[in-house]
């Protein structure tokens, strides 16, 4: 999942910046308007890569680069998705 697709803003498809030190996280195959295309929250501290991912808010994760820190975003997603449809069957 590195280098996931960048649009003009230099930011891969689905990251917004909310301020300079925090992006909200979305998976772009997803309309943005839906609720569920939200993966989480990724904040620089110092020298690492804070992430805040849905279903899991009192847990961070700690990274050493941005791409790192989306990559674990988007496999907590997979697995979220892949552990909800084990429950659905």
Known sequence: ????????????????????TTWRISDPSR???????LLGFI???NDDFEVTA?????????????DEAINALHLTAATRSTDSH???R
């Open 31 to 37: 309309a943005e308007h839906d609720g569920l295309s």
């Open 43 to 45: 904040e620089q501290n």
């Open 1 to 20: 999942m590195n280098n996931i697709t960048t649009r003009s803003t230099g930011l891969p498809d689905g990251v917004i910046a909310l301020t300079a």
């Open 54 to 66: 849905l279903g899991a808010p009192r847990q961070r994760q700690h990274f050493a680069s941005f």
């Open 86 to 88: 084990a429950v659905d």
